[in-house]
């Protein structure tokens, strides 16, 4: 039998909890938000019809908080959670974890997130399927790995060491071989920090590429379909704009 959603806790802040927030209102599905210290006046705390405080500024004890979201959620009566986007949104751990404490969750199996949610299983499974990627290194653990990648492949700067998880922090283009340790360092702080995962690739940097993305959206029911083509190439500290 089919669960009806009663209350929905979004995990997250600022527009991606807003923007859920009017969705959930046109459906008269009341909601759930959660703030940080910092962010007890912030506009989705006022605008949810029920507010957690969930912790301190740091997102590794706020909203990278996997234990507090749930408690959160269970404390204030919802009986769902969205994860808007960023933070804990492709954590197929916390959408397990979501479920296993019987609730709803809504967004992308677990599954399906452990596959995509991460960069470099992401890109075997592209690989997998033969679609081209661009030429690089997964799992860089030190800055020689680094060198002797982009001497054996002949790879020339500039290069960009990511973040395996999420998408725009934890991305640092490098030009030259003396850049490389801070910004190996740089790289792995920031991840750590945005997504609680030090996990690091580096990639072939790709000048005046363009960034194009096809969504896809599917439902319970077996239902897929895709929302064309979107432009996404206008961007600021690498996260699309547009």
């Given at each position: 039998m089919e669960r009806k959603i009663g209350k929905v806790l979004i995990a997250n802040r600022g527009v991606p909890a807003v923007r859920v927030m009017h969705t959930c209102r046109d459906r008269k599905i009341p909601t759930t938000a959660v703030y940080s210290t910092?962010?007890?006046?912030?506009?989705h705390v006022f605008?949810?019809?029920t507010a957690v405080h969930i912790g301190e500024a740091p997102p590794i004890e706020s909203y990278l908080n996997m234990d507090k979201m749930i408690d959160a959620?269970?404390?204030s009566g919802s009986d769902a959670i969205h994860s808007g986007w960023g933070f804990l949104a492709e954590n197929a751990e916390f959408a397990k974890k979501v479920i296993d404490a019987g609730l709803i969750w809504i967004g992308p199996s677990p599954e399906v997130i452990k596959m995509m949610g991460d960069k470099i299983k992401a890109k075997?499974?592209?690989?997998?399927?033969?679609?081209?990627?661009?030429?690089?290194i997964s799992n860089v653990t030190n800055v020689e790995q680094i060198k002797k990648w982009m001497n054996d492949e002949d790879v020339s700067f500039p290069i960009m060491i990511?973040?395996?998880?999420?998408?725009g922090k934890g991305m640092v283009k490098v030009e030259s071989n003396e850049?490389?340790?801070q910004a190996f360092s740089q790289a792995r702080s920031e991840a750590k920090k945005s997504f609680g995962d030090e996990t690091i690739l580096v990639e072939k940097y790709v000048e005046r590429g363009r960034h194009i993305e096809v969504q896809i959206v599917a439902d319970n029911y077996g239902n897929v379909v895709?929302?064309?083509?979107?432009?996404c190439t206008l961007q600021r500290r690498n996260q699309k704009i547009i």
């Open positions: 910092p962010d007890r006046l912030a506009h605008m949810a019809d959620a269970l404390r075997a499974l592209a690989q997998k399927s033969n679609v081209p990627t661009i030429p690089g990511k973040a395996a998880a999420g998408g850049q490389i340790p895709h929302l064309f083509e979107r432009e």
